[in-house]
Nanobody, 127 residues
């Protein structure tokens, strides 16, 4: 069973930056895709970004339109960790951010394609 542990959430002013990390552990971390989703109060969970990789370890990055140019996802393969750097944060980015992983992926933007989930970390952006 793969386990995901997020860290790095908190309170930040609008325009500020935060960096989230998601560490994967377990007997056999076997994911080939990891992503970040978020859920704001009263709203459905939505796709933020994901990173997938093939056997040659070529990374493919995907972003929701609302975060392109501001958020960056990256992967540290040696540490089984994925990072999410968020710049120019806005109050509407306030949400619980969840890390997710999947052994294989068809629709990187669909939360139903991901098998493993972290507990979530709160991001609050003040105006």
């Amino acid at each position: 069973q793969e386990q995901l542990v997020e860290s790095g959430g908190g309170l930040v002013q609008a325009g500020g930056s935060l960096r989230l990390s998601c560490a994967a552990s377990g007997r056999t971390p076997s994911s080939s895709a990891m992503g970040w989703f978020r859920q704001a109060t009263g709203k459905e969970r939505e796709f933020v970004t994901s990173i997938t990789w093939d056997p040659s370890r070529t990374d493919y990055l995907y972003y929701a339109d609302s975060v392109k140019g501001r958020f960056t996802i990256s992967r540290d393969n040696a540490k089984n960790t994925v990072h999410l750097k968020m710049n120019s944060l806005k109050p509407e980015n306030t949400a619980i951010y969840y890390c997710a992983a999947a052994p294989s992926i068809r629709n990187y933007y669909s939360d139903t394609d991901y098998e493993h989930w972290g507990q979530g970390t709160q991001i609050t952006v003040s105006a």
